[in-house]
């Protein structure tokens, strides 16, 4: 099937009581089906990335740190232990696997690092340690704050579910969030767009409005917000030498807009201005050229 470039994740890995643990123990059916799979202790996380590793994955996914939605540990709290974080990492590198992490914590982005994880998921409590230790690491990792979830559930309140209180927790996390991606752009380290879009407050064909937000709250220009979404991009798929840059011996994958999103990123939330969609020098969403046809009176070849 025709489809954008993947590096194809296995389900998420957390613990009890972390993110995607949605079991109840006074269900019935104890081990609810989840985006995450529970495993605790080294032994059983290493399993559990051995399965993954037989079934294909090129990444692991690690969550680190708790989180505001399916946890019983907060944003700020560390639930992985390091033993369970290496024993991840001993698979991935006998597998030749990539491993990500959902880290919100300041602790969590330090664990990531000190493993050798290569992109970093949220951050948004990044202190000056860790922060210190993501510019040492620029080179080799990837943040991807996913600005988009909390930005919207800041606003949601009587939305969803989501009561005033619940907003205002998210108003918090908003502010500490914008201020550490901002001095993340200033100490060079690559901030990307996306993430956490897909739930009815994040819907897809909405994940370019990260590049407003990177512009409006962490002070990055238009042109730096499409750079992370392009440059970066290929360069998080290890394919930067073929991909997200308009030069000699790039694969052709462009996307033709009507008008200039560096005066009006919105455009690019806008169906009726992508005009043509590009991949490796072939056409999946052809130019509507026609039209150009019939104005001018003239046939183009």
């Given at each position: 099937?025709?489809?954008?470039?993947?590096?194809?994740?296995?389900?998420?890995?957390?613990?009890?009581?972390?993110?995607?643990?949605?079991?109840?123990?006074?269900?019935?059916?104890?081990?609810?089906?989840?985006?995450?799979?529970?495993?605790?202790?080294?032994?059983?996380?290493?399993?559990?990335?051995?399965?993954?590793?037989?079934?294909?994955?090129?990444?692991?996914?690690?969550?680190?740190?708790?989180?505001?939605?399916?946890?019983?540990?907060?944003?700020?709290?560390?639930?992985?232990?390091?033993?369970?974080?290496?024993?991840?990492?001993?698979?991935?590198?006998?597998?030749?696997?990539?491993?990500?992490?959902?880290?919100?914590?300041?602790?969590?982005?330090?664990?990531?690092?000190?493993?050798?994880?290569?992109?970093?998921?949220?951050?948004?409590?990044?202190?000056?340690?860790?922060?210190?230790?993501?510019?040492?690491?620029?080179?080799?990792?990837?943040?991807?704050?996913?600005?988009?979830?909390?930005?919207?559930?800041?606003?949601?309140?009587?939305?969803?579910?989501?009561?005033?209180?619940?907003?205002r927790v998210f108003e918090r996390e908003l502010e500490v969030t914008v201020e550490a991606v901002a001095r993340m752009r200033k100490r060079g380290i690559r901030v990307l767009p996306g993430g956490d879009y897909g739930f009815a407050f994040t819907p897809h064909c909405q994940?370019?409005?990260?590049?407003?937000?990177?512009?409006?709250?962490?002070?990055?220009?238009?042109?730096?917000?499409?750079?992370?979404?392009?440059?970066?991009?290929?360069?998080?798929?290890?394919?930067?030498?073929?991909?997200?840059?308009?030069?000699?011996?790039?694969?052709?994958?462009?996307?033709?807009?009507?008008?200039?999103?560096?005066?009006?990123?919105?455009?690019?939330?806008?169906?009726?201005?992508?005009?043509?969609?590009?991949?490796?020098?072939?056409?999946?969403?052809?130019?509507?050229?026609?039209?150009?046809?019939?104005?001018?009176?003239?046939?183009?070849?």
């Amino acid at each position: 099937m025709p489809g954008s470039w993947l590096v194809a994740n296995g389900t998420e890995i957390t613990l009890t009581g972390g993110l995607g643990d949605n079991n109840l123990l006074h269900l019935p059916h104890y081990e609810t089906p989840s985006f995450a799979w529970v495993a605790d202790g080294p032994d059983a996380i290493r399993r559990v990335c051995r399965l993954l590793a037989r079934e294909g994955v090129d990444l692991l996914k690690l969550n680190l740190s708790g989180d505001m939605g399916t946890s019983a540990w907060s944003s700020e709290q560390t639930p992985m232990s390091d033993a369970e974080a290496e024993a991840a990492m001993e698979v991935a590198r006998a597998g030749g696997l990539r491993v990500a992490a959902h880290c919100r914590s300041a602790e969590s982005v330090l664990m990531a690092l000190r493993h050798g994880v290569e992109v970093i998921y949220h951050a948004n409590y990044a202190d000056e340690r860790a922060l210190d230790a993501l510019e040492a690491a620029r080179d080799r990792i990837f943040v991807g704050p996913a600005l988009g979830i909390t930005y919207n559930l800041s606003q949601a309140a009587g939305q969803w579910g989501v009561t005033a209180e619940r907003s205002r927790v998210f108003e918090r996390e908003l502010e500490v969030t914008v201020e550490a991606v901002a001095r993340m752009r200033k100490r060079g380290i690559r901030v990307l767009p996306g993430g956490d879009y897909g739930f009815a407050f994040t819907p897809h064909c909405q994940n370019a409005r990260d590049l407003e937000y990177f512009v409006k709250y962490v002070g990055m220009t238009p042109m730096e917000a499409l750079l992370s979404a392009t440059r970066h991009g290929g360069e998080i798929m290890m394919m930067g030498g073929e991909l997200g840059q308009l030069k000699d011996g790039y694969l052709a994958d462009l996307l033709l807009v009507d008008g200039d999103p560096l005066s009006n990123l919105a455009i690019l939330r806008d169906p009726a201005k992508l005009l043509a969609v590009m991949k490796d020098g072939v056409f999946y969403r052809d130019p509507e050229i026609r039209s150009a046809q019939t104005r001018w009176g003239r046939s183009v070849a």
